[in-house]
């Protein structure tokens, strides 16, 4: 009985996020009202395991058929997911303009310890331990990676890349391909987070280092349609995440469960975490103003306020979806002001993204926070995908430095997340997503409805 009285409203709340996500705003109150009824029904649901297991099977196939396109399904179900030959050339026409433009011999990118995009984003291979890899002219790149044991899959994984193991030196071994394919004492440039050691290794075997890090971030900043596909999966794995949060959390949880109940969500669909930020604090008497990268132990408790950063990743590309929620009780007046200044600031932002609009014109539209009283403390914008990304801004009354001379374009990524907080830094709420700049405006790359939700976990 539980399960034919959760579908219904399941599926209204299905259809209102749908008609919700073609419209640029949507409508608040219908946003809530779906919400109410598919958390309150949820939790009706008389066995835990049945809610938890929902998540995993066919219920949760049903919503990624729902939310994705035929096209984004497919790129789920490779057993490596992998971009088109088309695309990744594009990518590889960055390397030999580079090349040209600073007269170089060579390019090494490199990463380490799950840091380095650049090495996923120009051979697929997302970084584990080490990887370098080298491109020349008119020679097929080479790429030495860390662990031994990584070599296999990094062979099968990696687009028309030679792999090999990276030895006693995967610096010194590139270095060495370097010095085979042309003359001694190159000129290279780098991209990627080399350390000092290996930097030094490089230096003494090169005429000369060009830092391109500058100009891969920049390359980065206008996206491909199949990045797009590759970030809308992203934040529908990410939305899933936040909805586990409102079926699942019980009483008496803490914020390391809370995380639990995130990962849970994405791993079967090939995601992993990049951030789930929580904070949870009692409305009556906060002492959190914004999302903890750390969880705490404290209980979950009616009355409190939680809010949340939830970015899954799918394979480098992720979605940003940012949430507050009460716990069995409406938000305090206090809570209401605040997070109805932060909608009132995500709408402002929201309404003038488009091609043309400076990062100057974002700060003005933010306002009403300081109208309203109140400041924030995490950054108001940044770009995304690929990196944290240009431009970063704050507010009037929390500026993140100098305002960037930067003018929007079609094909780039942003999150909108104004973080509302009180001036004595104890109270704050966060609401907002990751968007996409279009031809002639924006469009969220997200389904979870807008506005403050409430949960009565049992």
């Known amino acids: ?8 409203p399941w599926a209204m709340y299905q259809a209102v996020s749908t008609i919700m996500r073609h419209s640029q705003h949507g409508d608040n109150a219908i946003g809530r009202l779906a919400f109410f009824i598919s958390s309150r029904t949820a939790i009706l649901t008389p066995n835990n395991e049945r809610r938890r297991e929902m998540t995993m099977t066919n219920d949760t196939e ?10 984004q399904r497919a790129i789920i179900e490779q057993e490596y997911p992998h971009f088109s030959n088309t695309e990744m050339d594009r990518r590889r026409e960055l390397i030999g303009q580079w090349i040209t433009e ?3 011999d060579h390019v090494l990118i490199y990463g380490a310890y799950w840091a380095g995009n650049g090495v996923g984003f120009f051979t697929g291979w997302p970084v584990t331990a080490e990887a370098a890899v080298v491109f020349s002219p008119r020679a097929t790149p080479a790429m030495y990676v860390q662990f031994y044991n990584h070599v296999p899959e990094a062979t099968h994984i990696a687009y028309q890349t030679d792999v090999g193991p990276g030895g006693e030196s995967t610096i010194g071994t590139a270095i060495e391909t370097m010095e085979q394919r042309g003359k001694p004492n190159p000129r290279v440039g780098v991209v990627g987070p080399l350390p000092i050691g290996a930097y030094r290794t490089l230096e003494a075997r090169t005429s000369d280092i060009v830092d391109l890090n500058r100009a891969y971030f920049g390359a980065r900043m206008i ?6 596909d590759w970030l809308r999966i992203g934040a529908v794995l990410s939305d899933l995440a936040y909805e586990a949060v409102l079926r699942d959390t019980r009483l008496g949880d803490n914020e390391r469960v809370l995380g639990d109940h995130v990962e849970r969500a994405y791993l079967a669909w090939g ?7 929580f904070g949870v604090t009692s409305m009556a008497d906060p002492d959190c103003c914004v999302p903890r ?9 009616n009355g409190d306020v939680g809010f949340t950063e939830i970015s899954a990743d799918f ?3 992720s979605g940003q979806v940012l949430r507050t929620f009460t716990v069995g009780a409406d938000p305090t007046p206090l809570y209401q002001d605040l997070h109805s200044t932060a909608d009132a600031t ?7 993204l488009k091609p043309g609009t400076t990062a100057q014109d974002i700060v003005d539209a933010s306002g009403d926070i300081e109208a309203a009283g109140f400041s924030i403390y995490d950054d108001l914008v940044h770009g995304y995908g690929g990196g944290y990304l240009p431009p970063v801004l704050g507010s009037k009354s929390r500026p993140a430095g100098p305002v960037p001379d930067l003018t929007l374009e079609p094909g780039m990524c942003m999150v909108v997340q104004p973080n509302v907080i009180t001036t004595d830094q104890k109270a704050g709420v966060q609401t907002g997503e990751a968007v996409r700049i279009t031809q002639t405006g924006v469009e969220s790359l997200h389904d979870v409805p807008r506005g403050m939700h409430r949960i009565d976990p049992e």
């Open 1 to 8: 009985m539980a399960g034919d009285a959760m579908s219904t």
């Open 293 to 301: 990268q750390w969880p705490l132990t404290r209980k979950v408790a």
């Open 102 to 104: 600073h007269e170089l």
């Open 271 to 277: 995601a992993t975490n990049l951030i789930h930020f």
């Open 346 to 352: 995500f709408d402002a932002i929201m309404g003038i």
């Open 315 to 317: 394979w480098g590309y």
């Open 62 to 71: 049903k919503l990624l058929a729902k939310r994705l396109t035929t096209t």
């Open 223 to 228: 996206k491909s349609e199949e990045e797009f």
